[in-house]
């Protein structure tokens, strides 16, 4: 069984420009989460998807970031115009629909640096 | 200080010493995880254990929960230089009245452990 895959790696912009982050989920996880940890803090959550829906997004930092999951499968997470601040460790995770436990699965993250 | 705070931050050890690392969270939780992040890569679950429970072991990993003191050590014995990697304890935080999680985690800032051959 394939993993949580997470493109790009590595993405290095320009303070102003887009950049859209994607995850690829383990087949059939219902649940998508995204988190983030900036350099030296924390990681924090920053939205959660159920299939296509947003479940909860109160992490988000604020409404530069547009988190989608079109059809339930993939997730994309663009940061349109990006700021300095948003640089940082975005990880995507996942766990399957009914399972009780919340054991998640990460992906290797994207590491984004804005300049 | 943070929800899932972690201490200590940095710790050095050498192979075959043990290996604690402490966690401090402020809600309620319906249980607590430690994953493990090795450089570059995505974290790990290594284990969780439930609010009802006091301690747990798997292989050479035994943690602790105690509810009161809202607390929990992560021991690793008889460490190995593949153990070198960063450890974070995660919360799963109830969210409502009816004791529901909703799978949000809570991270604290992690303690990155070193292991010399």
């Known amino acids: 069984e394939a993993g949580v895959t997470q493109f790009p790696s590595h993405s290095v912009i320009e303070k102003g420009q887009t950049v859209t982050l994607r995850c690829d989920p383990i087949?059939?996880?219902?649940?998508l989460y995204w988190y983030r940890r900036v350099m030296g803090k924390e990681i924090k959550f920053l939205l959660h998807?159920?299939?296509?829906?947003?479940?909860?997004e109160s992490g988000m930092p604020n409404n530069r970031f547009l988190a989608e999951r079109t059809g339930g499968t993939y997730s994309t997470l663009k940061v349109q115009p990006a700021e300095l601040e948003d640089s940082g460790v975005y990880f995507c995770?996942?766990?399957?629909?009914?399972?009780?436990?919340?054991?998640?699965?990460f992906g290797a993250g994207t590491r984004l640096s804005v300049l | 200080s943070q929800q899932g705070e972690e201490d200590p931050q940095a710790l050095s050890i050498q192979e075959g010493e043990n290996a604690t690392m402490n966690c401090s969270y402020k809600?309620?939780?319906?249980?607590l995880q430690w994953y493990r992040q090795n450089s570059g890569r995505g974290l790990v679950h290594l284990i969780l254990?439930?609010?009802?429970?006091r301690e747990k072991h798997s292989g050479r990993l035994r943690v602790t929960l105690d509810t009161s003191k809202k607390s929990s050590s992560l021991l690793i014995t008889a460490s190995r230089a593949a153990d070198t990697a960063s450890y974070f304890c995660?919360?799963?935080?109830?969210?409502?009245?009816?004791?529901?999680?909703?799978?949000?985690?809570?991270f604290g800032q992690g303690t990155i452990l070193t292991v010399h051959p």
């Open positions: 995770a996942n766990r399957p629909g009914k399972e009780v436990k919340n054991i998640q699965y």
């Open positions: 087949s059939g996880h219902d649940n």
């Open positions: 998807f159920v299939k296509e829906s947003k479940q909860d």
């Open positions: 809600t309620s939780i319906n249980n």
């Open positions: 254990i439930r609010s009802n429970e």
């Open positions: 995660a919360t799963d935080v109830i969210e409502n009245a009816g004791g529901t999680s909703y799978g949000k985690l809570t």
